[in-house]
C-alpha cells in the first residue's frame, strides 16, 4: 500500500517510523517531510493546504492512504476533498475540526451533552468581556476563539491581567482569531492528555500523555510548543480515563453524529483533573507534538492498521496490543527559543546514536546542507526512548541527548520528573503570574 503523510515536523516523522515497520507499506511518502524523514521516507514539495493539489498527486503516485499530521489542512478541508475523491483519508472534516478551531464550538458541544469542562461566556465586545471579568474576579481565563497557533491563551491571575488581554485580543493581536473571545473559570488541578480514535461512532483509547510546556526547569520562563512529554500519564487512572470516556468522550462523539458532523480521526483531549474528576480544557483535532512521538515509540507498526481502521469506519473490529511500556521525548531546541534563534547550526553525532525499538531521535526542524544536518526551526530534535519503567525510559533519552553534539542547542534536563505529585501546572502558573500562553 502506498501511504501520504501531510506535515514536516516531530510528529510526523514519529507517524512516518511506526508506518515504516508495518509490512503493509510499500511507499511511504511524506510532505514536505524534514531531513530526519527523507531518511525513511521520500518527501514531496506540495502545498498540505491545497486540496485539490493533493487529490492529484495521490492520483499521480497511486496513493491509497493519505495520514494527515497538523490542524491547518483539516481546518482548510483537505480530508473532505481528498474523501470525495474517493481516497482512503485520516483525518476529521473541516466541519468537524471545529472542535480545534473553535473555542466557543467545543464549548457549546459540552454544554449539549452534558460534559464537564468551565463554566465560560463568549463575547464579540470588549466594554462586554470586561464587564464580565469585573463581575467574576480573578483568577480568570482569557483565550482568543480562532486557531491562533497555540498562543491565544492567558490564564490571568489578577484582573488587570485579564483586562489587558481582552484589549490585546480585539486589537486583532491574533488577528481574525481574537474576533470573538471566550472567557473561562480557572479550573486547577493536575493536567493530562488523552488520545482516542474515532470512526464517527466508536472510540479506541490509544494512550495518555503529559507535557513540559514551559522552557524552563522546573516549569518557568515563557509557554512553548512543548518542550518534552511522556506516556502514559499516572494520573490518568483507569477510574479517571473511565469517567473521561462515560463523561466526556464519548458524549461528544454522539452530539457531533447526532448534528450530521461525525468525528473521524484522532481526538486529542486536554483535561484538568482533580480528585479523580476530570474537566475538559481543549481538544485538539490531531496528535500532539511531541506528545505523538512518545505514542508512536509505544505502538510501534500497529499503529497503522489502527489508523486504517479507523479511517475505513471499523474501530469495533480493532484492538490494541498494550505492553506494560513507557515512553519519554526531551525536545532540543535552538537557543533562544521560543524568542529569536539562530538557524543553520551543524548538528553532529546523531549518526552513531542507536535506532530501534527503544531508542529514536525525531527530526522537528532540521534540514540538510552540505551533507550535515542543519537546525532549520526553534524545536529541532525529539530525542525518544522507551523503557519498563519511566525511570528507564528518561535515563536513555538523556544518554542520546548527551552524546549529541550541537552547542547551539538546549533542552531541559528535568522531563518526566514530577511525575503524579498533584497540581503543578495551575501551580507553577500561579508562583510565576505568567500567562500560561
Ligand atoms: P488551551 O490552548 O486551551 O489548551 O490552553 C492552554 C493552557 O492554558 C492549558 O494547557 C492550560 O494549562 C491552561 N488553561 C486553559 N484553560 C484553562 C482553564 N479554564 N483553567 C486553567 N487553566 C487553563
Ligand atoms: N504539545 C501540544 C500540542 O501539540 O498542541
Redesign the pocket.
Known sequence: MNILILGGGGREHALAWAVKQNPKCDRLIVAPGNAGISEIAECADIDINNGGQIVVFCEENSVDFVIVGPEAPLDAGVADRLRAAGVLTFGPSAAAARLESS?SFTKEICDACGAPT?AWARFDTADAAKDYIRAQGAPI?V?ADGLAA?K??V?AMDEAQALSAVDEMFAGAFGDAGAQVVI?????GE?ASFFVLCDGQDVLPIGTAQDH?RVGEGDTGPNTGGMGAYSPAPVMSEAVTRRALDEIIRPTIAEMARRGTPYQGVLYA?F?IRGGQPRL??YNVRFGDPECQVLMMRLGAQALDLLQACARGRLDEARVNWADDHALTVVMAARGYPGAYEKGTAIGGLEALPEDSAHMVFHAGTAKSGGKTVASGGRVLNVTARGDTLAEARERAYAMVDRIDWPEGFCRRDIGWRTGTGDE??RA?LKSGNP??
Open positions: 473555542k468551565a481565563v483565550k497555540g491565544g491563551v490564564v473561562e473559570e480557572f479550573m486547577e493536567e510546556k486536554g484538568m480544557v481543549e501546572t495551575s502558573a500560561v500562553r
